[in-house]
């Protein structure tokens, strides 16, 4: 039972972390939102705030208590299995971190904003922005990698073990 517990709960918090990892890094890979001019890129970032701030925080806290869930019920699944679990664990509580005291009031400074004339200095905020947003797509792309390989290491060694089991298995003596 306490594998097939593992197998749901860390299956379902590589799933959120994978939405939440996919949907930041598509940002990095569009190059081009960096180059818009003032007023639309203020727009599209009021835009994103509306959005991310309804979605991440139950994406985020519930894929945390997942995450905690799977590596208590992975403490005993080998050391490695473990420990790739507690890295992605301080990786996603890195990222919340990271979220809340840097990004978050970016995000309520631009909120602020008049898109028709942005404040002098918005540049330098976006650009602030961006580099921090870089980063907490960094440790959310290696925690979803590292939950990845959790599970393949972890479905791996338990096939190992079921064939092991069958092979010192008593052979039955017909009568």
């Known amino acids: 039972m306490r594998p097939l517990l593992l197998e749901i709960v860390r299956t379902t918090a590589t799933l959120l972390l994978g939405l939440f990892a996919g949907g930041v890094f598509f ?3 569009a190059p081009s939102l960096r180059e818009l001019p003032g007023p639309a890129y203020v727009r599209y970032w009021q ?3 509306t959005d991310y ?5 139950v994406l985020l806290l519930t894929c945390l208590a997942l995450l905690l869930a799977t590596c208590v019920l992975s403490y005993q699944r080998g050391w490695l ?4 679990s507690i890295a992605a664990l ?3 509580t890195g990222t919340i971190v990271l979220s809340v005291t840097q990004l978050e009031p ?4 631009a909120n602020s904003w008049n898109a028709d004339q942005p404040p002098t200095g918005w540049a330098d905020a976006r650009e602030r922005w961006w580099n921090l947003h870089t980063a907490r ?5 290696l925690a979803f990698a590292g939950l990845l390989i959790a599970q393949a290491v972890d ?3 338990s096939k190992t073990v079921n064939t092991a089991d069958s092979a010192i298995q008593p052979a039955r003596v017909s009568s």
């Not at 701030?53 to 925080?57: C, K, Q």
């Not at 797509?137 to 792309?141: I, N, S, W």
């Open 47 to 49: 835009a994103l705030n």
């Open 53 to 57: 701030g309804r979605a991440m925080p």
């Open 81 to 84: 299995v473990f420990g790739l």
């Open 137 to 141: 797509t960094v440790m959310a792309v």
């Open 155 to 157: 479905r791996g060694s």
């Open 90 to 92: 301080l990786l996603v």
């Open 27 to 29: 940002t990095v890979l």
């Open 106 to 109: 970016l995000n309520q400074l």
